[in-house]
């Protein structure tokens, strides 16, 4: 069924144009998201068949095979925000004054660093999965992207419905261990970026994401 979608890119990542399959190795299948949920969006899949099938939360019970995903999504975010600086290193103010320092007669000593883009990046997974072959999301923290259409695709990001990977291995006790009790996808809508509330206007939200978007990459 639909839901066992990402079970042919581990099987065969190899038969993939490398717009969808970015890389992969023996253990771990990295991949654009189909319906991406921000302006970059990518999905690591770990190929380990005795873990493919598992839900997130009880496959990182096993200390060594957290590890080894939580070491792979630490290079799959440097390659993502290397992706994030070739999109918009050239709009962003840091980048500005590092391309006029460099272009200095003579240049400075010390160049001034260009932007941290691995801060924006957000690696974890959700409390509920749709699909059912393990998977880490790895995307910026825009949440700009034509594909987010519904209210719990902005949620299921900007909510603890999202459990970022830093996060494992979870405490006995947490609570998004029960994300329907809490309702995660149904709570008012708040900004990533400036925490102003929304309600549940998710139009307006929608408008105000775009304009976050764009003061975001030039920041
Ligand atoms: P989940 O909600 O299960 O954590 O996220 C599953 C993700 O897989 C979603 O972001 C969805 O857009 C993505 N997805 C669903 N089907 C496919 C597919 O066939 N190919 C790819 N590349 N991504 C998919
Ligand atoms: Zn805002």
Redesign the pocket.
């Known amino acids: 069924g639909v839901r066992d979608?990402?079970g042919a890119y581990i099987a065969k990542p190899e038969t993939y144009a490398p717009d969808v399959v970015v890389y992969h190795n023996d253990d771990f299948v990295a991949?654009?998201?189909?319906?991406p949920?921000s302006s970059l969006h990518l999905?690591l899949l770990p190929r380990d068949q005795t873990k493919t099938r598992m839900h997130p939360f009880d496959a990182f019970e096993d200390a060594e095979f957290l590890e080894k995903v939580k070491a792979e999504t630490r290079t799959l975010r440097k390659l993502a925000a290397g992706e994030l600086r070739r999109k918009y290193g050239k709009d962003s103010a840091q980048e500005q004054t590092r391309q006029a320092a460099l272009s200095a007669d003579p240049p400075p000593d010390e160049l001034p660093q260009g932007r941290d883009w691995e801060q924006d990046i957000v690696v974890g997974?959700?409390a509920v999965?749709?699909?059912n072959h393990l998977?880490v999301?790895v995307l910026s923290v825009d949440r700009y992207s034509e594909r987010l259409k519904h209210r719990k695709h902005y949620n299921?990001f900007s909510t603890p419905f999202f459990v970022p990977i830093e996060d494992f291995p979870l405490a006995e006790d947490d609570v998004r261990r029960n994300p329907t009790e809490e309702g995660y996808l149904k709570r008012d809508f708040t900004c990533w970026r400036c925490s102003r509330g929304f309600g549940n206007r998710f139009a307006e939200l929608k408008q105000h994401l775009e304009q976050e978007f764009k003061e975001w990459k030039k920041l």
Do not use: A
Request: hydrophobic share 40%; proline share 6%.
């Open positions: 979608g990402l991949i654009h998201d189909m319906f949920k999905l997974v959700h999965p749709s699909m998977h999301h299921s």
